[in-house]
């Protein structure tokens, strides 16, 4: 079996990433593992890379070094591939959806001498947005509009990161509004107003702090949905650090709530903006399910996406 590394020099700064293909070339040597390292050279690239490794039929591994964006690259690929195997080793400054590994995931997941030796495997839910595939969450209110607005204000000569995030934070909550016409179907329900966040998790967090469901399973064959209708800015502002840290149920009359296998479809007049997995579409109308396909994921066997059961009560 070969150890296939697609790795997105764009995802960190250059010298970590150089630092980082020499772990890689010398776990594998330590373990005299076959291995290939291959740089992605522009967007699309990892889907080409791991079709390739696909289609040679052969079992393989390939580890996505970046960020969410080179994980769900290779996800379009290496879904339902049953010889293929994926992980994702974090190079990017977000890898949302590795958080679900615990806060030690980026040490975790570096561990590759135990990566290639202890590991555990599982497969997982993929989704399925109008034909782009997922693992972590789709996304269609005003935070998808923030976020897809964050690189063009990253542009600005002037402008970093968190300045960018900020600038496109108040254009799109201040001054173009939060909510925007929508009408959802999503569980036999429809829903046909003005919409400030639609969330479908598959996995836990997105926006690089978000965690609106913080018991969401990616192999559990559920999307659980949220839906916020329109709110007031001050409403809006009392309600965001909740939605962020899970507590939806505490808003049952703001926060819409659905667990369901799907499907979730949406659609307005005016081209919608949604987010998968940080890539951005655009189109008057979505439909989010879940694919047959499944991603066989492997990961530390140290670490776990499980939740702690709480413990039995005692018997009397």
């Known amino acids: 079996m070969r150890h296939e590394f697609i790795v997105n020099p764009a995802a960190g700064k250059r010298k970590h990433i150089r630092a980082a293909i020499e772990t890689i070339h010398a776990a594998c040597d330590r373990h005299d593992q076959p291995h290939t390292v291959t740089l992605t050279e522009c967007a699309g690239d990892g889907v080409r890379i791991a079709r390739s490794i696909v289609e ?9 070094v970046g960020g969410d964006g080179t994980l769900c690259e290779v996800l379009q690929a290496a879904a339902g591939a049953p010889h293929i195997a994926v992980t994702n080793l974090p190079a990017g400054t977000g890898n949302d959806f590795l958080k679900m590994f615990g806060p030690a995931f980026r040490e975790g997941f570096w561990e ?13 839910d993929v989704m399925d947005c109008n034909g782009r595939l997922g693992l972590d969450v789709v996304c269609a209110g005003v935070d998808a509009r923030v976020a897809a607005d964050v690189d063009r204000f990253k542009a600005l ?21 939060i909510a925007k016409p929508m009408t959802v179907h999503v569980d036999g329900q429809t829903w046909d107003q003005p919409t400030s966040i639609l969330c479908i998790c598959n996995g836990r967090h997105y926006g690089g702090g978000f965690m ?20 007031s800015l001050p409403t809006f502002a009392r309600l965001v650090g909740d ?11 703001l926060i819409k709530a659905h667990h369901t296998p799907g499907p979730i479809h949406y659609q307005a007049r005016e081209p919608i903006t949604t987010v ?6 655009r189109a008057k109308e979505f439909t989010v399910k879940l694919s047959e ?8 066997a140290r670490l776990s996406y499980c939740l702690e059961k709480e413990p039995a009560a005692a018997a009397l």
């Open 56 to 64: 040679r039929g052969e079992e393989a591994r390939i580890y996505a």
């Open 112 to 124: 590759l001498d135990a990566l290639l030796t202890d590991f555990s495997q599982a497969p997982l």
């Open 157 to 177: 000569p002037v402008v970093k990161g968190q300045g960018a995030y900020i600038l496109s934070l108040a254009q799109n909550v201040i001054f173009k509004g």
């Open 212 to 231: 609106p469901v913080g018991d969401a399973m990616p192999d559990d064959g559920i999307l659980d949905t949220l839906l916020v209708p329109q709110v």
């Open 243 to 253: 939605y962020a840290k899970g507590k939806y149920a505490d808003y049952p009359e």
């Open 276 to 281: 998968v997995d940080g890539e951005v579409m």
């Open 293 to 300: 396909k499944k991603l066989n994921f492997f990961w530390p």
